[in-house]
């Protein structure tokens, strides 16, 4: 069966500073894609990356990074310099290939980046 | 495109009444889901449908939620009667078949008094 575990449930850092958001999946199929959501206080599932499990280079864009590490089934999201809008939500997710199965969500990390 | 399309954004009713959510998914996906999104629980599938079909319920909490996808372009999720710990966030969202790219509508806050 498949699980997302976010660990962290809030985070609250200082404008400016990184923070790393964890992301541990379990999965028993070989082909899948992780995902990563923001929900901003508006409401809306905002879609930010989709990562195919057999493409482990890391990402990055602008401010935002990812780290898929097959290994140990993380795919860790980091965003450098945080800045006030980056407050939300945040959700990992993941899809298996085989079958079609749907996105299966992690909990959420609610991160606040305080002026 | 104008993505997938949910009716209403917001709904407060009272218990007992009938609630009916509405679904545009985004013409050419043949994938529907529905998902709740509750503090507790957190983001759950309730029910998804592949080419009109449904495919896996097994997330609907009760016989009170029942969800339909009479054509390719149209579903209901209709809560009857509804309750209290109903209220949640439902969430739409479509996508193609190997395309794994989800898009997911604004949602529908739904309060129950």
């Known amino acids: 069966a498949q699980k997302v575990t976010q660990a962290q449930t809030e985070i609250s850092v200082v404008e400016k500073e990184d923070v790393t958001l964890d992301c541990v999946y379990e999965?028993?199929?070989?082909?899948?894609?992780l995902f990563w959501y923001k929900q901003p206080p508006s409401g809306e599932l905002v879609f930010l990356i989709r990562r195919n499990s057999f493409d482990e280079q890391n990402e990055i864009s602008g401010r935002y990074s990812w780290n898929f590490q097959k290994s140990t089934s993380s795919f860790n999201f980091t965003i450098t310099a945080s800045q006030v809008v980056d407050s939300a939500v945040y959700f990992c997710a993941l899809s298996e290939a085989k079958g079609n199965t749907p996105l299966v969500f992690g909990k959420g990390t609610r991160l606040s980046v305080i002026a | 495109d104008a993505g997938v399309i949910q009716s209403p954004r917001h709904e407060v009713t009272e218990m007992g009444q009938e609630v009916t959510l509405r679904c545009k998914p985004i013409?050419?996906?043949?994938?529907l889901f529905w998902y709740r999104q509750t503090m507790m629980r957190g983001l759950e599938l309730l029910i998804y449908f592949n080419n009109n079909v449904p495919i896996d319920d097994s997330g609907m909490p009760e016989d009170r939620f029942s969800a339909k996808m009479p054509n390719a372009s149209f579903s209901t999720l209709k809560i009857q009667p509804s309750e209290p710990r109903d209220s949640a966030v439902y969430f739409c969202?479509?996508?193609?078949?190997?395309?794994?790219?989800?898009?997911f509508g604004s949602g529908t806050r739904l309060t129950v008094v």
């Open positions: 013409s050419g996906h043949d994938y």
């Open positions: 969202a479509s996508r193609s078949s190997g395309a794994y790219g989800y898009t």
């Open positions: 999965t028993r199929d070989t082909t899948y894609y």
